[in-house]
């Protein structure tokens, strides 16, 4: 996500004194699949990023990199982000049998930029 997006979200809400939280999922393939080769990272990252996308409103900010998602979810706190962190998880633990490993981190308010910058 570029910093103008973030830093533009982040001065709303500071400007009319709203919530905003955020949460980054890094996508990683375990040992064994690292070392045996035959996992397709780039298959099963167009899924996340489906997953996150699907399971997101549409007024959240998505932008997928290489090997994560970021959002960042105006008029939300971190109690409510866990929610749509929980559906995404849950969908992608039904979706995904891939040797893989998912990380999400979350923050809120000030923490974000250590998330997005």
Not at 9 to 17: G, K, L, V
Not at 21 to 43: C, F, K, Q, Y
Not at 93 to 112: H, M, Q, R
Request: with cysteine.
């Amino acid at each position: 996500m570029s910093k103008q997006v973030h830093a533009m979200f982040s001065r709303i809400a500071e400007r009319y004194d709203r919530p905003l939280a955020g949460w980054r999922l890094t996508v990683s393939p375990t040992e064994d699949a690292r070392n045996n080769g035959a996992l397709d990272m780039d298959g099963v990252f167009r899924l996340v990023a489906e997953v996150v996308a699907q399971e997101v409103r549409d007024c959240d900010a998505v932008t997928a990199g290489e090997d994560e998602v970021r959002v960042l979810m105006p008029e939300t706190d971190r109690d409510h982000a866990q929610i749509a962190i929980d559906r995404v998880r849950a969908t992608l633990k039904e979706k995904i049998s891939e040797a893989v490993t998912f990380s999400i981190d979350s923050a809120e308010g000030d923490e974000l930029g250590e998330l997005f910058d």
